[in-house]
């Protein structure tokens, strides 16, 4: 049998109830000496808690659940480790469960976690496609709270923590402006998605308030694979002769490197580069990449905190202020 708190309890000459509250993290007038005590002690007999007795007591199971496209789940790898860091340091478990993009998938996968007795779930619809009210229903009927990371049908639900895609591809094309370009491409995801709809209209935004007329025919959408970085850019420069291009991911991004690179162009000088993400899966190789940040830190530790603060009441919706990372990828038009 393991370490109990009764075994910590008499290597400490305290009450079994004292050392509870100070394993737990409970709120409590114990004193820090006593808190040292305890928690020494509970490190030297090596005190693993019995998590099934916690959640008998607390009512939770320090689990969170989180779901992820299933044919892209690669592309959340830097939002699933911010997540993974957040939960570690809440003193909670991730569950990561892969959801086809639909809303009959993403609802068999809540109800599969709910199953779980997760405290709550952290859900990224922003590749779903053909969003329902039934699942925005479902959503808001669950008793655990259920964070988005996006708008669902074009819906900012409660208990949604969202980046701004739109301010986020308004400050990348004015960028890019101030910098002299007047030709810029725009690369998205599906047309079908409504963060691509989002990015498109920051995008057209910001060329309007610089008097530039805006042409559907310079925006490039497909899946957000290399490919599409690669074939968008060739469309685009052999075509409209596109100076700047403004990227929805990384992966993206590193298909439009890759035709600069087989064609020669230096980015920063012949074509200037601007990724909306983190830049991660570029910055690997060692190229300085420009890119809009939408904070994944911050959403995953809010999204956490939410979790492990919910109340059973609805917390309204908070957008999330995306910041230009300037690097070399970006130059003024020559």
Known sequence: MGVTIKDVAKKTGVSVTTV????????????????????????ELNYVPNQTAVSLVTKKT?????????????????????????????????????????????GKQIQA??????????????LLRDPSD???????????????????NNQALPNAILPDHKRGAYIAAEYLLELGHTSIGLI??????????????????????????????????????????YSGAEQLINEYDISAVITASDAIAYGVYKYANDHHLVLGKD?????????????????????????????ARKSVNLIRSYNHELVNTEVIEPTLIERGSTGRKL
């Open 20 to 43: 509870s509250l100070v394993l737990n993290k409970k709120t409590s007038r114990i004193s820090e000496k006593t808190r040292q005590l305890i928690e020494e002690a509970a490190r």
């Open 62 to 106: 320090q689990l969170i659940g989180m779901i992820v496209p299933a044919d892209t789940y690669y592309q959340y790898s830097d939002f699933i480790r911010s997540v993974e860091y957040a939960c570690k340091n809440a003193g909670y478990y991730l569950n990561i469960s892969l959801a086809e993009h639909t809303p009959e998938s993403i």
């Open 113 to 126: 976690l709910m199953r779980y007795n997760v405290d709550g779930i952290i859900l990224d619809p922003s």
């Open 134 to 152: 039934s699942l925005c229903e479902m959503i808001r009927n669950q008793s655990i709270p259920i964070v988005s990371t996006d708008q669902i």
């Open 188 to 229: 998205t995801g599906p047309d079908s998605l409504s963060i691509t709809a989002s990015m498109v209209q920051g995008y057209r935004e910001a060329l309007e308030s610089y008097h530039i007329p805006f042409a559907e025919d310079k925006i490039y959408c497909g899946s957000y694979h290399l490919q599409t970085g």
């Open 271 to 299: 074509l200037s580069l601007i990724t909306y993400g983190s830049g991660s899966l570029i910055d690997t190789m060692g190229l300085p990449l420009t890119s809009v940040s939408i904070h994944l830190d911050r959403i």
